[in-house]
Every structure is written in C-alpha cells, then in structure tokens.
C-alpha cells in the first residue's frame, strides 16, 4: 500500500510517500481502508522531534492520526463492528500506548492507505450517512476537544464567550458548537479570518493582544496561550466565570491572580467529558461544523503538511486516499 512516511526527525521536507506493507488486524483490533485523514499539531511535534525527549519514536513512522474510513477486516475478539462499516475518529502512534489511556486508541498511521487501529476506544465510532468522509477526519480530534472544552466550561445558551486561538481546528470547531448552544461567541481573529468565522457563528471579534479583549465574560476558552501566560486574561471574566485551557503547562488556580473565577484544564484522553459517538450525534444535528482550509490528495500529503507549517490557515487540512 501507499503511505506518507519518515525516516528521521525534521520538517515536511523529509516525509515521501513509499510502497509499504499493508497492516493486518490482530485481536481485538480493526483493519479499515482510509478514506480521509486530517493534519494535527500532535503530528508536526512528533515529527519535528519537539516530543523526543520523552518519546523515542520508532522509523519508519507512518504520519497520521485522525481518519475516516471503511472497515475491511475485523480481528479475533471484536464486537460492535463489522466489515464494510464507516467509521472515524483518531488512533495515536503505537508508541504512545503507554499515555493512551486504560481504552487505548493506537494504531498504524492515518496518512496511508490501509491502517489498523483498536476497536474498543470511546475515539472511534460510526460516520453517520450525512457527513462526509472528509468532513469526519476534520473534525475527529478537534471535535471531540471542542465538545470537551464546552461540556467543561459548562456552556450555556445566552452567555458570551471569547475563543482564544479561534481560527485553529479546534477553533473553528468550538465556534461553530458553542454558537450552535446559543452562545455569543468573541473571537481572536486576524481580519482577512474574521468572515470565515462569522460564518461558523462568531457574533464579535478581537485582536492577539489581552488589553483589548471584552470585559465581564461569562466564559473563556484558550485553545493558545500557554498556562502560564492566562493571569491577565482571567481579569477580563466576570466573577463566577470560567477560564477553560487545553494548552501545556496545565492550568492551575495558582496561575492567575483571581480567586472568584473557575480555572478549568482539559485533557480527556479516557472520553470521560465527550466520545467520538457524541462528535457523530452534533455532527448530525448540525451543531458542529467543519471548516476545511484545504484538501490533497495521498501522493500530494507531503504538501499538505508543508501547508500547514506554513500557518495562516483557518480550519483543518484534509489528505484524502
């Protein structure tokens, strides 16, 4: 089969798309034939080594995590599932089991062909009829983050809400979502973005710098600023609000100054907060929406995650097989 690979650490520049052996299901696992996949950070720091200190990644490695695709065969041990069903969502590399959790989902790369993933992980559920292929590996990991961050934050109809890092995949995923609750969403934008983001329901819009973001917010999600760096940002909730991160160093009470406001980290890895089933029943309804900035073709991958280093893009690049 074809996949997008790399045999050192470094940037896009040293990934190519090579004829590999075609991964088989085990026990308890699944075979699936990729439809669509999509670029993530966790990708480009794998890559780029930014993880080696405490990660030694294995090369050959086949990129990709987040897909949508077709189950074509189903290993020893696996129920809930059966050939020929659509499913989504992500699998991190195999090395990375350790951290993956007590329901691990690992498997053999996204940017390929054929992969092999587990099949018992809240990260993996059927792609109902009305979403695309392409559409579903967008949103696999940032979805699942968005609708973690809002569940967390306790999101409700009526209230407003700044999205720090608002044009990134988990961005443009939060947006559209908490504009679905009835949220009025602020959004740290750029200008040339900001007509991308009002179209996934953004209401106000606001520039990088924390002086000039709005004051008595019932909640604020960053998706960018380290944790340490949130101090002055939690000055612009009213009392009672919510400062929700997802960002490393995990936020802490400590961290900011006030004491009359909520500081909230995000981590689901055990699909506590939001499953892949959950990102599938939003997506139906309605009340989470994809924005794809751009799409390649597998031989093309390499490019694909060329342009995403390359930044300024809105929403979430998808390689399609």
């Known amino acids: 089969m074809k996949a997008l690979l790399t045999r050192e650490y470094g940037t896009p520049d040293v990934l190519s798309v090579e004829d590999i052996d075609r991964p088989e299901a085990g026990p308890g696992q699944l075979q699936i034939k990729v439809k669509a996949a999509s670029v993530n950070p966790a990708d480009m720091r794998l890559l780029t080594g930014e993880l080696s200190a405490f990660l030694d990644l294995p090369f050959p490695h086949v990129m990709g995590n987040d897909f949508a695709g077709t189950v074509t065969a189903v290993g020893e041990g696996v129920s809930g599932y059966a050939v020929g069903d659509e499913i989504f969502g992500y699998a991190s590399p195999r090395v990375m089991r350790p951290m993956a959790g007590s329901r691990p989902s690992v498997g053999t790369g996204s940017m390929a062909e054929y992969m092999v993933v587990e099949a018992d992980t809240p990260v993996i559920a059927r792609r109902p009829a009305t979403v695309e292929p392409a559409q579903a590996a967008a949103v696999a990991t940032t979805g699942l983050t968005a609708l973690a961050a809002a569940r967390a934050g306790r999101a409700a109809a009526g209230e407003r809400a700044l999205v720090i890092g608002a044009s990134g995949g ?89 004491k009359d406001v909520e500081a909230i980290f995000v981590a689901d890895t055990e699909g506590q907060l939001a499953t892949m089933e959950d990102v599938a029943s939003v997506l139906e309804e309605g009340k989470l929406t994809p924005e794809i900035a751009g799409t390649f073709g597998l031989e093309d991958a390499a490019a694909a995650y060329a342009a995403y280093a390359s930044k300024g893009i809105v929403g979430k690049i998808v390689v399609l097989s």
């Open 170 to 258: 988990v961005g443009t995923a939060l947006v559209s979502h908490l504009a679905s609750l009835g949220v009025e969403v602020v959004a740290t934008a750029k200008p040339e973005d900001q007509s991308t983001l009002a179209a996934l329901g953004a209401k106000q819009f606001t520039g990088y710098d924390a002086a000039g973001y709005p004051v008595d917010l019932d909640a604020i999600f960053n998706l960018a600023l380290p944790g340490h760096e949130l101090s002055d940002v939690a000055g612009h909730l009213r009392s009672g609000g919510r400062l929700v991160s997802i960002t490393m160093p995990p936020l802490q009470p400590d961290m900011i100054s006030r």
